[in-house]
């Protein structure tokens, strides 16, 4: 698979940039291996800076480098996926409760509200790397806010595992911008204060019950969505 010759005199920034949005939009999919001496000259780098990007990308999660064997996309389970889920399921409206005092204030909102745009903007744009951070972005500005350093903690421990997941999962969507607005609507819901909203909301905004079994799925990206493909995630 072809990727464009790097001529930055940032390089290695160059190097991570270019592979993590390959990963994330299906160009190296799930499993897959990274050859170093061909990418490296593909991009036209050194192997040594390729490798230096290729471990930013393993402390990312989104690649998993074996000894003797090279580096891979890293993957994940459908079962992994499942469980968390179904744990944000219940934790997430727990973070909403406790971080609710903070999002209520203009200052305290403010990650969430930025967050928030830049889904936006990314989905405008329709960049698929950009909707991921900024996807993520979103939860975990409001999982900060809930002043609970533990519950935070578990949340960056999913963080690249949702990564890869939502990498595939994006393309689900008919369009990204059905993407944002799911989020702009989670955000009304958190400014009106209203728990019982938002806890109607987050039923359908977090999907529980993933199905466990489903491996493949989460380990391959999805077929680009057609028109009538759900609107919720």
């Known amino acids: 698979m072809a990727v464009t010759r790097i001529e930055s005199n940032t390089r290695s920034e160059s190097v991570v940039t270019m592979l993590r949005n390959a990963i994330l939009d299906g160009t190296f999919p799930p499993g897959s291996q990274l050859r170093e001496t061909h990418l ?13 990007g290729l471990q930013r990308l393993d402390e990312e999660g989104l690649v998993s480098r074996i ?10 389970s459908g079962q992994v996926i499942g469980e968390i889920e179904s744990l944000r399921s219940v934790l997430e409206p727990f973070a909403i409760e406790r971080a609710l005092p903070t999002l209520l204030t203009p200052e305290g909102s403010q990650e969430l509200e930025e967050a928030v745009e830049t889904l936006n903007e990314k989905a405008e744009a329709e960049d698929m790397a950009g909707c991921i951070d900024a996807h993520l972005a979103v939860h975990r500005a409001i999982y900060r806010a809930a002043d609970h350093q533990m519950l935070y903690d578990m949340w960056l421990s999913w963080e690249s595992q949702l990564r890869l997941f939502l990498a595939v999962d994006h393309q689900s969507f008919a369009q990204l911008s059905d993407l944002a607005a799911n989020h702009k609507r989670l955000l009304d819901c958190i400014r009106s204060g ?40």
Do not use: C, Q, W, Y
Request: cysteine-free.
């Open 40 to 52: 490296a000259e593909e991009m036209g780098v050194s192997r040594t800076t390729l490798r230096e």
């Open 67 to 76: 000894p003797f064997r090279g580096s891979f996309v890293a993957e994940v």
């Open 194 to 233: 209203d728990m019982n909203s938002i806890r109607e909301e987050l039923t359908t905004h977090i999907r529980p019950g993933l199905p466990a079994a489903s491996d493949e799925t989460a380990a391959r990206p999805a077929p680009k969505a057609s028109s009538n493909r759900r609107k919720k995630a």
